[in-house]
């Protein structure tokens, strides 16, 4: 599984030249509550996670006086298909990050995050920019 943070970035710089052009735009990136800590997941997927957040919170900052806002959410568990996607885990490095799992009050539906995106991209957010919305179910509150 590749892991990186080329693509948000990639997409932002595809869509900056729009959105300063007709001075408005939003930006909703998918970082990750282990993105927030230092071992809720494998490195490399932690890593990416706070290049994601880094790079929402400079585009935020760089380009809110053009009308473009950049945020992140933050999710702890969702029901995905992650868990597929990991070929051969590392088990000592799997047992580590997964040892607060237990903490979880509960997984989160696609739909919950994409319900936070949806808040993010309007207007009522209009003030939020340049920072990241935990949607943990309350997991990172321990």
């Known amino acids: 599984m590749a892991i990186n943070a080329t693509g948000p970035m990639r997409a932002i710089r595809k869509a900056l030249p729009i959105f300063t052009k007709q001075g408005s735009g939003v930006i909703v990136n998918i970082a990750s509550a282990g993105g927030l ?3 809720r997941a494998g490195a490399a997927y932690t890593a990416a996670k706070h290049a994601v957040i880094g790079l929402t919170k400079n585009v935020g900052f760089q380009y809110a006086t053009l009308g473009v806002r950049c945020n992140a959410i933050a999710p702890g568990a969702v029901k995905t298909n992650i868990g597929n996607t990991m070929s051969k885990p590392h088990k000592f490095g799997m047992e580590r990050a997964m ?19 949806l808040f993010l991209a309007a207007e009522d957010s209009g003030i939020v920019n340049g920072t990241v919305v935990v949607a943990d179910t309350g997991w990172t509150a321990y």
Do not use: F, Y
């Open 99 to 117: 040892a607060g799992m237990h903490l979880n009050p509960r997984i989160a539906e696609p739909e919950e995050i994409a319900s936070v995106a």
């Open 37 to 39: 800590s230092g071992s």
